[in-house]
């Protein structure tokens, strides 16, 4: 396989890793960044550039060790005992997370084709196992697959949408609801929003890097699926922007565009959703299995059956609210491993001077 396919092959399996669920329901954008206006703009690509700097350092600290886990690079970021303590936290919420994204394809099953949840739930778990039990190579394939869809249908909404939109953007800014947003202050939220994703992405993006055949595919791919996510968030915020007050009364307002295009575009969108859940739950679980067991091992096998078990469980006693209400500091964590990694590049660009 050419180096350019190897590249193109890691930043799709990237973008479909960091831009998961909350991004193609529309809602986190409506949230951190389209209720602050015409700053969302700005604050999209501050979250954007950063995400392509800590991404990029991510998979070059995989590729740098060749780690089997999350653990190696936090004992380089924080120091034994502060990296292990976060190492933990990590694991949990990745676990929390996961749960939540199966909880949500059962209720996005139900809401748009009828699907009882519970057996939503557990049609997601059953992929998740499936997919898990192949090789590294083979999930890297799954994951990226999504990422072309996911881009020629946002290019198609955010088009449609501004075409037909009757407003300027100066005039859908004036429907922007501060109130709405998690922090009130647009470039705070950019970095909770970044620290989101990397809280997400972090674990898989390590593995990611490890994997890749040469540290330049790393680097290049990482760098290349940082451009097209910070592009993917630019865009639904504008389109969001352009039709935010309706947008505002929604769940799932990236639909509202979705809609604008042809009922029958909706119908895809929601598909491509579910899709998205499904490597969100694979990336995080992916991570969270590798921390504890060697991927393919007859514990990880194991590991891999009770905790979808136990997720599957979860699911209906009130776990989720439980790990929906610390969400904000998951945020928080990732940020802190932002910070850490450009602290790390700084030293490293001071040594070698």
């Known amino acids: 396989m050419s180096q350019l396919r190897e590249v193109a092959k890691f930043a799709f399996a990237y973008t479909g890793v960091v831009v998961g ?32 700097f800590v991404g990029r350092q991510t998979a070059k600290i995989g590729s740098i060790y060749h780690v089997e886990s999350h653990e190696v690079p936090l004992d380089k970021l924080f120091g034994h005992t502060a990296g292990k303590i976060i190492d933990y936290v990590l694991s949990f919420f990745m676990y929390g ?21 519970a057996i939503g739930s557990i049609l997601t778990i059953i992929l998740v196992l499936v997919t898990l039990l192949m090789d590294f190579d083979k999930i890297m394939n799954v994951l990226g697959s999504v990422t072309p869809i996911l881009l020629i249908m946002v290019v198609i909404m955010v088009i449609t949408n501004l075409v037909v939109a009757d407003t300027s953007f100066t005039e859908a800014a004036t429907h922007a609801d501060i109130s709405r947003t998690p922090n009130g202050v647009w470039w705070f939220d950019a970095i909770v929003y970044m620290g989101l994703q990397m809280g997400v992405a972090f674990s898989f993006l390590a593995l990611m890097g490890s994997d890749a055949n040469k540290h330049e595919i790393a680097k290049k791919g990482s760098l290349l699926g940082g451009l097209i996510v910070l592009v993917l968030v630019v865009l639904m915020n504008g389109s969001l922007l352009t039709v935010l007050e309706e947008a505002n009364q929604m769940s799932i307002p990236a639909l509202v565009m979705a809609n604008n295009v042809h009922p029958i575009f909706g119908t895809l969108y929601s598909i491509l959703i579910i899709a998205l859940i499904y490597n969100t739950v694979v990336g995080l679980m992916y991570g969270f299995l590798a921390r504890f067991t060697t991927p393919r091992s007859r514990n990880y096998k194991i590991m891999l059956i009770v905790s979808l078990i136990v997720a599957y469980i979860f699911t209906f006693i ?20 932002g910070l850490a990694l450009a602290i790390l590049w700084v030293r490293k660009k001071i040594q070698r001077s």
Do not use: K, R, W
């Open 21 to 52: 669920a909350g991004f193609s329901t529309g809602q986190e954008v409506i949230q951190f960044f389209t209720n602050y206006g015409l700053y969302s703009f700005v604050g999209t690509f501050i979250a954007g550039l950063l995400l392509v």
């Open 318 to 337: 009130g776990f989720v609210d439980l790990v929906n209400m610390f969400y904000p500091i998951f945020g928080y964590l990732g940020a802190l491993l």
């Open 97 to 117: 997370l996961a749960v939540i994204m199966i909880a949500g394809s059962g209720a996005n099953l139900n809401e748009g084709f009828g699907v009882p949840v």
